[in-house]
């Protein structure tokens, strides 16, 4: 049974960081596309960064392009998210998620975690 458990969301000022973890189990994420979506009150869950099972990341929001960065550690099975110069209109739930492919993991994701939230003051 796959699970994704993310982690490291919280309140921040504007301009700080975060770096968000997805830890997975039944699931080895250096053979899993993975990505982070995000979903803000009264809006739809978008997508924000994904990865390659090779490490490539193959999609990046143009919204966050340039402060956030996707990443995994294979030998703890955890995928990142760092998010640096946040922004307000960065608040919201951060899902993992997890697919057959790179471009799967972003139209339609086999697992999800439950979500972690991020809350960036102004």
């Known amino acids: 049974q796959v699970q994704l458990v993310e982690s490291g969301g919280g309140l921040v000022q504007a301009g700080g960081s975060l770096r968000l973890s997805c830890a997975a189990s039944?699931?080895?994420?250096?053979?899993?596309?993975m990505g982070w979506f995000r979903q803000a009150p009264g809006k739809e869950r978008e997508p924000v960064q994904a990865?390659?099972?090779?490490?490539?990341?193959?999609y990046c929001a143009d919204s966050v392009k340039g402060r956030f960065t996707i990443s995994r550690d294979n030998a703890k099975n955890t995928v990142y998210l760092q998010m640096n110069s946040l922004k307000p209109e960065d608040t919201a739930v951060y899902y993992c998620?997890?697919?057959?492919?790179?471009?799967?993991?972003?139209?339609?994701?086999?697992?999800w975690g439950q979500g972690t939230q991020v809350t960036v003051s102004s």
């Open positions: 990865i390659s099972r090779s490490g490539s990341i193959t």
């Open positions: 039944g699931l080895t994420v250096s053979t899993a596309a």
């Open positions: 998620a997890a697919g057959r492919s790179y471009a799967a993991v972003i139209t339609t994701p086999s697992n």
